[in-house]
């Protein structure tokens, strides 16, 4: 079922790179785009957007070898405020985005780390919730509580894993011989809500525009770093939940390049 496997994959991704990709010429673009006074912008957008993550690897080591400069340090001298974070956060392959995001965070600078698990945290609350339910005659509720309404669900997606290895059963199952009534009730329904992660990063997304102002962080974060495993299932469950586009709240929300460049990453509605 493999086939199966990447096929799923490949529908939900938004940036699938230049099948007919050739670094050289893109350096190229790339550098007339930055090259004397002002900048061309949408030559930017229309290069950096349309390329997958390790495409635009390739595209920076190029221009260092043809012009003997930083691409990323380039963008940065030319571009500025959140079209400048958005081409940036693009130039980062994905393990290094993460964490630099995750390092940011933790000095303080971001209010939203839903999207970083911690595998030693994970494992330990996997632990906690065997040894409060299925070890013990009994059950420690407060547990089961503490952990299961103060994690992200991103977070609670390992947990649920490393639950599965060391119960040898769900944690759906665990909760409906542990608990009952009401309880068992919300829980399951966290577990259910959990287990959706598509509709997770669309309310990250829905949250990232709704009233006023944008947290362009969480917007630009979610983006970037789903627009290359599924994003376009995400967009799918936004739609579900808030019966409007993806990309209309953005048009609506955003402006300038910095808009075209997300419309860009997120793809059409069709």
Not at 5 to 19: D, F, H, L
Not at 39 to 49: G, K, R, Y
Not at 56 to 74: F, H, M, P, V
Request: contains cysteine; charged residues 25%.
């Amino acid at each position: 079922m493999a086939w199966w496997k990447a096929w799923v994959e490949q529908e939900g991704v938004t940036v699938k790179g230049n099948p007919h990709f050739n670094p050289e010429p893109d350096a190229e673009t790339l550098y007339t785009a930055m090259k004397g006074i002002g900048t061309n912008e949408q030559a930017i957008i229309d290069v950096l957007t349309k390329r997958s993550s390790a495409q635009r690897q390739q595209i920076a080591k190029a221009y260092k070898s043809r012009y003997g400069k930083d691409l990323t340090e380039t963008l940065k001298s030319e571009l500025s405020g959140k079209f400048e974070r958005l081409i940036i956060a693009l130039m980062y392959p994905p393990y290094k985005y993460e964490a630099k995001e995750l390092h940011d965070a933790m000095k303080g600078s971001r209010d939203d780390v839903s999207g970083f698990v911690d595998p030693g945290l994970a494992l330990q609350d996997a632990q906690d919730l065997y040894a409060a339910g299925e070890k013990i005659q009994g059950t420690d509720e407060m547990k089961f509580i503490t952990i299961l309404c103060t994690r992200s669900a991103t977070h609670l997606m390992r947990v649920f894993d490393e639950y599965q290895k060391i119960a040898n059963k769900s944690i759906e199952d665990s909760i409906k011989s542990e608990t009952h009534g009401s309880l068992e009730e919300a829980m399951l329904t966290i577990v259910k809500c959990t287990r959706n992660i598509h509709s997770y990063f669309a309310e990250r997304l829905y949250y990232s525009m709704k009233g006023l102002g944008t947290r362009d962080g969480t917007l630009i974060r979610n983006i970037v770093s789903r627009s290359e495993i599924d994003l376009n299932l995400i967009k799918n469950e936004f739609k579900k939940l808030y019966g409007k586009s993806l990309s209309s709240m953005i048009m609506g929300d955003t402006s300038g390049d910095y808009k075209t460049a997300l419309l860009n990453l997120v793809g059409s509605d069709s």
